[in-house]
Nanobody, 116 residues
Framework: QVQLVESGGGLVQPGGSLRLSCAAS????????WAWYRQAPGKERELVAF????????HYTNSVKGRFTISRDNARSTVYLQMNSLKPEDTAVYYC?????????WGKGTLVTVSS
């Protein structure tokens, strides 16, 4: 049974930074592409970024390009999201999952609030 535990969220001022972590257990982490998703209040969950297996190719949604960086550590079965220059519109619950997502994998997420 796969378990995903996201951490690192919190309250940050506009322009600030946060680093999210997602620890995966119960899966063969290294063979999958992994991604971060987010769900803002009143909106559907959206893909933020993913990193492939193998050559670690990355992809970002346009609104976070140049500000967010996704990375992975196969030895620790962990995927990270470094978020810089945060904006109020980045406020959301952030989740990790495979890419494409497995509906059985969703964890509780970690809340990021960007506000002054």
């Amino acid at each position: 049974q796969v378990q995903l535990v996201e951490s690192g969220g919190g309250l940050v001022q506009p322009g600030g930074s946060l680093r999210l972590s997602c620890a995966a257990s119960g899966s063969i982490f290294s063979i999958d592409a992994w991604a971060w998703y987010r769900q803002a209040p009143g909106k559907e969950r959206e893909l933020v970024a993913f990193v492939s297996s193998g050559d670690y190719t990355t992809h970002y949604t346009n609104s976070v390009k140049g500000r967010f960086t996704i990375s992975r550590d196969n030895a620790r079965s962990t995927v990270y999201l470094q978020m810089n220059s945060l904006k109020p519109e980045d406020t959301a619950v952030y989740y990790c999952n495979r890419y494409p997502p497995n509906p059985e994998y969703w964890g509780k997420g970690t809340l990021v609030t960007v506000s002054s």
